[in-house]
């Protein structure tokens, strides 16, 4: 599976450098990465009635199924998630929590189905790669911040277009390569990185406008 991963990602190289911001290494250091247990478990999305009742999400049919985000324990005080989405289509993700002052980062990074389980939900028609793993083909960490409030959460990616203003400004020096349509790569250390997270974590226009809102499945 992870072979497919890298010749497809050759593809769709333009794809994910245009919906987030692509690293060669990770936001995390061993000191940063904290694990909260109450994001463990299923969560879905929240623009569904079916929200937080479980027999909804499974009669969920089309596009009016919710996304679903399975966050298991996994080594390290890390996370193996397991996300759906709407057409029910799954890929899996090694995820880390990183806090940086007072805020929360997760760090996504491709990672393998645990063995028996496949990518596709059992009434899946459309065989097309999971919305969110298709802006990580290539082996690279991408970033978002992460805000946890109860029994809801938001999570919003970094945006590429601000970035790239900071870089044609010269506002910004962080260790990067400029690919052939003019996007960028990081490749600066995880200390640099979180340098830079922290800096424009409260900056509204470093994210896209697109918020993932997601409230846990009781």
């Avoid at 250091?29 to 027999?55: C, H, R, Y």
């Avoid at 089309?62 to 709407?86: H, M, T």
């Avoid at 203003?165 to 995880?190: C, M, W």
Wanted: net charge negative.
């Amino acid at each position: 599976m992870r072979s497919k991963t890298f010749i497809l990602g050759i593809l769709v190289l333009i794809l994910l450098a245009q919906s987030c911001i692509p690293s060669l290494h990770p936001l995390y250091t061993k000191e940063k990465i904290v694990f909260l247990e109450s994001l463990e478990g299923v969560w879905v999305g929240s623009d569904n009635d079916a929200v937080g009742q479980k027999s909804e999400v499974n009669n969920a049919k089309g596009d009016n199924k919710p996304a679903v985000w399975d966050f298991r324990k996994n080594e390290e005080s890390g996370y193996l998630l397991i996300q759906e989405d709407q057409k029910g289509r799954k890929a899996a993700f090694d995820i880390f929590v990183v806090k940086l002052g007072n805020e929360y980062f997760m760090d996504f990074y491709p990672a393998d189905f645990p063995k028996g389980e496949s990518p596709y939900s059992d009434n899946n028609i459309d065989h097309r790669e999971n919305e969110l793993a298709s802006y990580h083909f290539l082996p690279v960490h991408t970033f978002a911040k992460l805000d946890v409030n109860g029994e809801t959460i938001s999570i919003k990616m970094f945006d590429p277009e601000f970035l790239d203003n900071l870089f044609k400004h010269r506002q910004i020096r962080i260790k990067h390569e400029k690919i052939d349509d003019g996007s960028y790569v990081l490749t600066a250390q995880p200390e640099e990185l979180q340098k830079f997270v922290e800096k424009y974590s409260g900056h509204q226009e470093a994210f896209i406008d697109e918020v993932t809102i997601l409230n846990k499945l009781k």
